[in-house]
């Protein structure tokens, strides 16, 4: 399904700096994704885009920069946007003051970023500083989603007891988070599906909006 679904994609741009930013375009909608480092983000993105573009299992902590994708799908195209990871225990000050004003830079003002998905390592559910970024992604007004990464690692009989004990020790989600594999290809289809619906949903809702004013 998901070869119909995002029929191609490439690497558009990969940005070290505030000032190396590509700017939205209006015609294309963004979906960020967020976690920290080695939850899998460039795993996800390499199984949901169904080719090697990013690259995996590098240094944890190694990636700085934002990379853009750009999917092609039959209803339009859209672009996932690979943040730098976060929560890399040796990492100086120095070195989080560059993160988070590099993915501020990105986020303020994005009115193309339609949705944040946020990525948490299915083993450890939200740790401290993924309730951080929540509540930045909240504050700037943009919608989560959760995603679960490395379903793989837990057995299957336990999915269900694991993500709702998650969900009851709070987290905020646009949907029901959704438990992934990259390794096993678990549920990566649908999360396909669930992002380019969102994506045009979205757009129908805006449009609609701009009507009525
Ligand atoms: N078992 C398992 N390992 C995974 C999965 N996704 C990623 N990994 C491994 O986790 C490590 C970090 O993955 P990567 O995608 O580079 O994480 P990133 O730092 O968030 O981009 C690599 O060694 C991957 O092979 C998964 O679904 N299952
Ligand atoms: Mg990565």
């Known amino acids: 399904m998901n070869d119909r679904l995002i029929t191609r994609a490439r690497l558009e741009a990969t940005c070290f700096t505030p000032g190396q930013l590509i700017p939205e375009d209006t015609s294309i909608p963004e979906i960020a994704v967020a976690g920290r480092s080695n939850v899998g983000k460039s795993s996800l993105i390499n ?44 990492r100086s000050k120095d ?25 948490v390592d299915f083993r450890h559910g939200l740790l401290k500083n993924d309730r951080e970024l929540q509540e930045w992604i909240r504050a700037e007004g943009k919608n ?23 969900i009851r020790a709070g987290l905020y989600s ?19 599906e669930f992002l380019v619906k969102f994506v045009k949903e979205y757009d129908t809702i805006s449009e609609n909006s701009a009507e009525r004013m």
């Open 47 to 90: 199984a949901l885009l169904g080719a090697r573009l990013a690259k995996t299992g590098q240094t944890p902590g190694k990636t700085r920069s934002i990379n853009f994708y750009r999917a092609e799908t039959p209803a339009g195209s859209f672009r996932l946007v690979d943040l730098p990871g976060y929560g890399y225990a040796k």
């Open 95 to 119: 070195e989080r003051n560059d993160w988070q004003r590099l993915v501020a830079a990105y986020m303020r003002g994005r009115e193309r970023l339609v949705l944040v998905c946020h990525l």
């Open 144 to 166: 989560i989603f959760v995603v679960f990464t490395k379903g793989d690692k837990i057995s299957r009989g336990k999915w269900r007891s694991t993500r709702d004990g998650y």
């Open 174 to 192: 646009h949907d029901v988070p959704v438990v992934t594999s990259a390794e096993s290809k678990e549920s990566i289809d649908k999360l396909a």
